[in-house]
């Protein structure tokens, strides 16, 4: 019973740790030409020409905040390129922006998770792309959120175990679905099933042909289908 109990208050603190939902809608997935046109546009604005310093920077966080307003495969892997660069401040935008493309969050839940392995030692970036793996709900990191929990940096522990909420959640109402399931499935079942096992009568069969002397009839203890 206490076992149990300290359970639930884990999913329970894990969950109400886990990054909010976002509000509205899923995004609408973009067409191939509007992500064709999506991407030439942001190759323009990412050049940044004749600025430099923060205003460079600024200029390409513009970029890539106009990039995201258009949901599809083609736009994640350009930033899944943005996401490996050695600069940090690029890559770490590049994650962030990667967490809004929520249409097409499985293709942006990878390239997250490769920059992941690739810059384990950035505990700013890991804090970043854990952060973003939370809004995408990508099932598909628990490996490397499992491995940040045991993280030395206790900051980057603290946003693994926010994220993990998340996949406690989604497991959790998998569960629930399946159990739901289950008690239908029996339901039907046991709806379809004539007869108690005990009385004759509860079987619903025409006894008034039968060759048996009345009253020496006995339930089976086996139900009939309905």
């Known amino acids: 019973m206490i076992r149990t109990c300290s359970l639930l208050a884990l999913c329970a603190l894990l969950i109400a740790l886990a990054p909010p939902a976002v509000a509205g809608d899923a995004p609408k997935l973009a067409t191939d030409e509007e992500a064709k046109e ?13 600025l430099k310093g923060d205003d460079k920077l600024m200029q390409r966080d513009f970029a890539m905040k106009n990039l995201v307003k258009t949901q599809h495969p083609d736009v994640a892997n350009e930033l899944g390129k943005l996401v490996k660069k050695k600069d940090a401040d690029i890559r770490t935008l590049a994650v962030i922006y990667l967490g809004e493309m929520r249409a097409v969050a499985g293709t942006a839940g990878k390239h997250i998770i490769a920059a992941m392995k690739k810059y ?49 959640l ?51 203890g086996i139900h009939k289908d309905g």
């Open 38 to 50: 999506a991407l030439a546009l942001f190759k323009t604005e990412y050049k940044a020409k004749g």
């Open 120 to 168: 384990k030692k950035d505990t700013i970036f890991l804090m970043s792309a854990l952060d973003a793996i939370g809004y995408l709900r990508y099932y598909g990191a628990q490996k490397q959120i499992e491995d940040l929990m045991g993280h030395k940096d206790f900051s980057v522990k603290k946003y693994a175990i926010r994220s993990a909420g998340w996949i406690l």
């Open 170 to 220: 989604l497991a959790g109402l998998s569960m629930v679905i399946i159990v739901v399931q289950a008690f239908r499935a029996a339901g039907k079942v046991k709806a379809s099933r004539v007869g108690d096992g005990v009385n004759v009568e509860s079987y619903g069969f025409d006894l008034g042909d039968s060759l048996v002397p009345g009253g020496e009839s006995r339930a089976s």
